[in-house]
């Protein structure tokens, strides 16, 4: 039996690759716990981080060489992230997931997570080109400029209310944007 705790993590994908079990079984060992905190953090629940992390490896194993995976960690923190935003887009009772899409691509600095920050940013601005002009002028003023309610109506000469319906309504369709958008990185 080969020792594989000294290698490193491109190391042990070229041997997942190749369907080394001691090399999947030692990413399993090597990462296991950093996934367990990453999910309990949103999810609070002992049996669904079990599941997701279950989940999230038997992905790992099975599309093996599929995948073109650059930096491990990266990859699997990014995949228990999105496996939690799966699982509270499913069941919708999910409360302890509360935390932004901003703050779980932005949580962490690794190369992946920057590239889907730029992604979902990118997104959001062809988003934000296509709605009509006071949503857009609403939307920049309250999340770039940070403005009051009162402050944009007054800005904008409409009444207060007009403001807070173009908000939640541009919230809404981002929200519906984002989550086409996640499902297609998935």
């Known amino acids: 039996m080969r ?3 000294s290698c490193r993590d491109n190391e042990l994908i070229t041997l997942l690759t190749q369907g080394d079990e001691a090399a999947f079984s030692e990413i399993y060992e090597r990462y296991w716990l950093k996934l367990y905190n990453e999910s309990h953090k949103r999810l609070k629940d002992e049996e669904l981080c079990a599941d997701v992390i279950q989940d999230v490896f038997a992905d790992l194993w099975l599309k093996r060489q599929d995948r073109q995976i650059d930096n491990l960690a990266a990859y699997l923190c990014t995949a228990v ?9 499913k ?3 999910v409360g302890a997931f ?5 703050f779980m691509i932005a949580s962490t600095s690794d190369p992946d997570s920057i590239f889907f920050e ?4 990118e997104c959001i601005g062809i988003w934000l080109n296509m709605q009509p002009e006071k949503r857009k002028q609403v939307f920049q003023m309250k999340f770039s400029q940070d403005l009051s ?3 944009i109506s007054e800005l904008l000469q409409v009444s207060q209310k ?3 319906n173009q908000f939640a309504t541009s919230l809404k369709q981002l929200r519906m944007h984002l989550g086409k958008l996640i499902s297609l990185m998935l």
């Open 3 to 5: 020792i594989l705790n």
């Open 81 to 89: 992230r999105y496996r939690i935003f799966s699982l509270y887009k």
């Open 91 to 93: 069941q919708k009772n």
């Open 98 to 102: 509360a935390e932004p899409i901003e």
């Open 118 to 121: 730029k992604e979902i940013r």
């Open 149 to 151: 309610t009162r402050e």
């Open 162 to 164: 007009t403001v807070q």
